[in-house]
């Protein structure tokens, strides 16, 4: 019997301090630099209202007809390739490189690949 009083006193002190955990969320955490603040709410970006409206995927089309051509013959690669150009170009305009992101100590060399 004091056994299982002992167990169920160890379960709820285990519960009591779960409880208490998201306190300590209220407190500044330490910020290297590199990412975002965690100590700063985060900014969500406005939609301006006369964005365009999405255009349809052309890729949709084309897997029809990928699905109607024979596998791997030369009208079935032309039409994959496709696909991957549209795949491609969708990626690229979504890719954001800063090149203010990557910077470089002035004066030391910068070297390539070994090879």
């Not at 407190?27 to 255009?55: F, M, S, Y």
Request: with cysteine; net charge neutral; charged share 20%.
């Amino acid at each position: 019997m004091a056994r299982h009083i002992l167990v169920l006193l160890s379960f709820c002190a285990a519960l009591v301090g779960c409880a208490s955990a998201p306190a300590a969320e209220h407190r500044p955490i330490a910020w290297d630099g590199l990412g975002q603040n965690p100590n700063r709410p985060a900014v969500t970006k406005r939609r301006l209202a006369n964005h365009t409206a999405p255009e349809s995927d052309p890729n949709i089309e084309r897997q029809r007809v990928l699905g109607t051509l024979r596998p791997y013959s030369d009208a079935w690669w032309a039409v994959q390739s496709e696909i991957e150009a549209e795949n491609d170009r969708q990626l690229g305009s979504k890719l954001v490189i800063c090149r203010s992101c990557v910077t470089q100590p002035p004066g030391e060399d910068v070297t390539g690949s070994i090879r």
